[in-house]
Every structure is written in structure tokens, then in C-alpha cells.
């Protein structure tokens, strides 16, 4: 199970490597005549040095992809889940690091390159709004086309309710895709009542703009559709931890290859446009993005700008809310392997358990279940773990804690090491335990100090 969970992990995770090289990639296509990140005039876009500098940035890419691939390879071959689910997180920090490492290497060699020369052919500025650029645009689409996927999310809910099974985990499944699905409704139509930026004449600014919107309204409205499908999957795969982690990676693979689309769609319509109105749309805004990604602009009050290029949004760094975000992703960037760190020192701290005459308390790092026999109405000793499904808590391969539903006893409390030859189970009159101890006679031992109350 665990090789099978570390499948899954992988492929989720390596999909976003191939998304961020093949994003950071196409940075050398000129769009909105900018390549890597530096403004350069239409005309010297194809020049001689240009081109190497970007071709020697393709390769570097595309070796670094080529390494980091084969350093997934013994991810399978560790010791335990923890060990592999922390160096799968060393792993991906690198997936999203190294590649911009090599994009900003290759920025800051063409703008030292176009300072050389002196390659300046317009003005950097930044013209607050122009209200007719979106006046311009065609209408989003309608927030009724949202309303179906958000009838479809609700659907496990009813279901649970009507044949009165599963209601938490219906809930749990409707809240979190609706919620996703809602996102969506709400901060489409917003897009467009974010002011444009005035780059050159109308015709050719409603063009660009338009390019971004609509491939936005596409990936929103795909989205919620492809949300509200994996809510409905979630709730017939519900009894099988292998098909939720399917369904999990299945969902996890078409929203990234559906962002990963629309972001190249409208790039590629961004560099059509650069062709055809390349000279009256330049304008230089360099000295306002560090390293041709992160936008500092102290004269603009807004938190959040549209990118360059492509349909994403990033933060003004001159703000000091944007600031403090920025620096809460680098965290939890940073702390990534120190997640695997815990799940390590968890799996490998062994579970406690102090039993008498009288009560067993079983517990593991501040999880705790305490049965006074006196309280215990009927008690059975197992010699085979029944099957179990994870509601809350921790599963792993030397622990199983916190809320579970445990074939032939329905929910129950567990506190077990599974690798045990003996477990208990406690019937009281609230609630149903699971547990284990480190040793089978002292397991058996409960079991008849049971039986003698």
C-alpha cells in the first residue's frame, strides 16, 4: 500500500515539473514583445545573440528535467512510506526551484545584453486604467452556466441523506468541491471589472486583453465541470482507498493539463498578436519586474497585476500585504521536507500502552483512548486486523490512530500497531475502541482481565 500511495504521490507531482519547464520554456517566444522576461523591440527579437542565449536556456532546461526525472527512481526503493514521502518532498522543492534558478540565470544574461546595446525602444510607464479597453470586450460567460456543475457537486450529499449512509464523508467531499465550484462562479466576472493597462492603440489593447479573459472563462467554467464529476466519483469509489486515490490523481492530472492549456492557448495567441502589432504595443516595463517574474512598483496601489505573459496574476511587492504572502509561500515552501520529518518521527515512535487490572490506556504522540473495563459491554480478541478505512487521523505502516470505519464493528476509535498479532475490540456504551499492544500475551492478558469483570 505504501508503494502504491507513493505511486500515486508521483503522479501528482511530477505532472508539475513538466508543466513549469515546458511554461518557462516557451518564455522564448517572444509575447507582448518580451522574451525571458526583458523587453526587446520587434526588431531585434531574431537577433544572433538573442537566439543562442535562448537556446542554451532550452537545453539547460531540459537536461535539469532529464536529472531530476532520474532522481525519482529510488524513491521507490526506500525503507518506509515516511523516508519516501519526505524525499518525495525534497524532490518536488527542487521541481519548482531549479527551473526558475535557470530562468533567471538566462534573464539576467539578455538584459545585460540589451544594456550592452542599448536595445530601448520605448518608454517604461504604467498607466493606471483604461475603462474602454474592458468596456470593449465581449460580456463573460453567464454565471448560470456554473449553476449545473454546482447542482452535480450536491449530489453525493442528497444521496447520503436519502439512503441515510455516509453523511460526514458526503459532506466533506460536497463541501470541499462546491466550494472550489463557487470560487469559480465568483472570481470569473470579476476579472472583468479589473481596469486594463493601456500598452498602445485600442484595437490592439482590447485584443490582448481579450485573449486573457476568454481562455480564463474556459478554464474556469471546465473546471467546474470536471469538479463536480470528481465530486460524484469520490462518492461511488467511497469503500475503496484505491479508487479515492485514483480518482484523487485522475483529478489532480486533468486540472493541470486543463490550466496547462489554457495558459498555452493564450500565450499562443499572445504571440500572434506580437506579430501583428508588435511596434505599437511595446512598452517597457522592465525596471518593474525582479528578474522578469516578481512586479515591485511603489506608484501602483494594487495588490494584485496580471503577468506579462500568459493568463496568470501576481503580487505587487511594493505592498506591504504582498509582502507578507510572499513570504508565507517561501515558508511553506522551505518547510516541505519538514513535513516528511514529522511523519517520520511519527512512524517510527512506537505506541504506548500502560494496562492493570482495572484500565488499558493506549496512546501515541497526544492521541489517547483510555476504557475502564468496568464501562466495557462486550469485548472480542482478534488474531487477523479486520479491514479498515480511514475517516480522521493517521494510517501507517507501524500505526493506525484516530477515527476509522473497521469492518464487522462499523466506526470505531483505533490506536494499533497493525504489524501486531493480537488486537481488541471494546464495545462500550458510546463508543467502539480498536486497539493493540507492542506484545501478544500482554494483548491476551487484557482480554482475560476482561473477561474476570
Known amino acids: 500500500m505504501d508503494n502504491f500511495f507513493m505511486f500515486f504521490m508521483l503522479i501528482c507531482c511530477y505532472p508539475i515539473l513538466l508543466l513549469i519547464s515546458l511554461i518557462l520554456a516557451n518564455e522564448t517566444k517572444p509575447k507582448n514583445n518580451i522574451v525571458l522576461g526583458v523587453t526587446l523591440p520587434l526588431g531585434k527579437q531574431g537577433e544572433p545573440a538573442v ?36 524525499a518525495c518532498l525534497c524532490w518536488l522543492l527542487l521541481a519548482i526551484v531549479v527551473p526558475f534558478v535557470f530562468y533567471a540565470m538566462a534573464h539576467l544574461r539578455l538584459k545585460a545584453l540589451k544594456q550592452a546595446n542599448e536595445w530601448f525602444g520605448g518608454v517604461a510607464k504604467r498607466v493606471l486604467s483604461d475603462v474602454t479597453v474592458t468596456a470593449a470586450l465581449r460580456k463573460p460567460f453567464s454565471r448560470w452556466l456554473f449553476l449545473p456543475a ?46 486594463g493597462d493601456d500598452g498602445g492603440d485600442l484595437l490592439s489593447n482590447v485584443e490582448f486583453t481579450g485573449a486573457r479573459l476568454y481562455q480564463w472563462g474556459k478554464c474556469w467554467l471546465l473546471l467546474s465541470y470536471l469538479t463536480a464529476l470528481f465530486a460524484l466519483t469520490m462518492w461511488f469509489v467511497r469503500n475503496s482507498d484505491g479508487g479515492i486515490l485514483f480518482a484523487v490523481a485522475l483529478y489532480t492530472l486533468a486540472a493541470i493539463a486543463l490550466c496547462g492549456y489554457t495558459e498555452f492557448n493564450a500565450r499562443k495567441a499572445q504571440e500572434k498578436l506580437t506579430a501583428q502589432y508588435g511596434e505599437k504595443q511595446y512598452v517597457d516595463e522592465d525596471a518593474f519586474w525582479l528578474l522578469g517574474m516578481f512586479y515591485d512598483h511603489p506608484d501602483d496601489h494594487r495588490l494584485i497585476v496580471n503577468k506579462r505573459v500568459g493568463i496568470g496574476v501576481t503580487l505587487n511587492l511594493a505592498r506591504p500585504a504582498a509582502k507578507v504572502l510572499s513570504a508565507f509561500v517561501l515558508l511553506v515552501l522551505v518547510t516541505l521536507p519538514l513535513i516528511g520529518a514529522g511523519t517520520i518521527y511519527e512512524e517510527y515512535t512506537p505506541i504506548t500502552v500502560m494496562a492493570s ?50 469492518r464487522g464493528y462499523g466506526v470505531c476509535e483505533v490506536c494499533l500497531d497493525p504489524r501486531a498479532g493480537a488486537f481488541l475490540v471494546l464495545k462500550t456504551g458510546e463508543k467502539t475502541y480498536l486497539i493493540s499492544t507492542p506484545a501478544t500475551g500482554e494483548t491476551e492478558q487484557i482480554y482475560r482481565w476482561l473477561r474476570h469483570h
Not at 532529464?66 to 529510488?74: K, Y
Request: glycine fraction near 6%; aromatic fraction near 12%.
Open 150 to 195: 454546482f447542482i452535480l457537486s450536491l449530489l453525493p450529499l442528497v444521496i447520503a441523506y436519502w439512503i441515510n449512509q455516509d453523511q460526514f464523508y458526503a459532506a466533506t467531499v460536497t463541501l470541499s468541491s462546491g466550494s472550489i465550484i463557487l470560487l469559480s462562479l465568483f472570481s470569473y466576472p470579476l476579472l472583468f471589472r479589473r481596469k
Open 51 to 86: 537566439k543562442a542565449i535562448c537556446i542554451g536556456y532550452r537545453k539547460k532546461l531540459r537536461n535539469g528535467a532529464i536529472v531530476l526525472t532520474l532522481l525519482l527512481l529510488p524513491v521507490f526503493f526506500l525503507p518506509s512510506f515516511s523516508v519516501m514521502l519526505t
Open 357 to 406: 487490572e482495572t484500565a488499558v490506556r493506549v496512546s501515541h504522540l497526544g492521541f489517547e483512548i483510555t476504557v475502564d473495563y468496568d464501562d466495557v459491554e462486550e469485548a472480542a480478541l482478534l488474531y487477523e486486523l479486520p479491514g479498515l478505512s480511514r475517516l480522521n487521523g493517521t494510517s501507517l505502516a507501524t500505526v493506525e490512530k484516530g477515527k476509522f470505519s473497521v
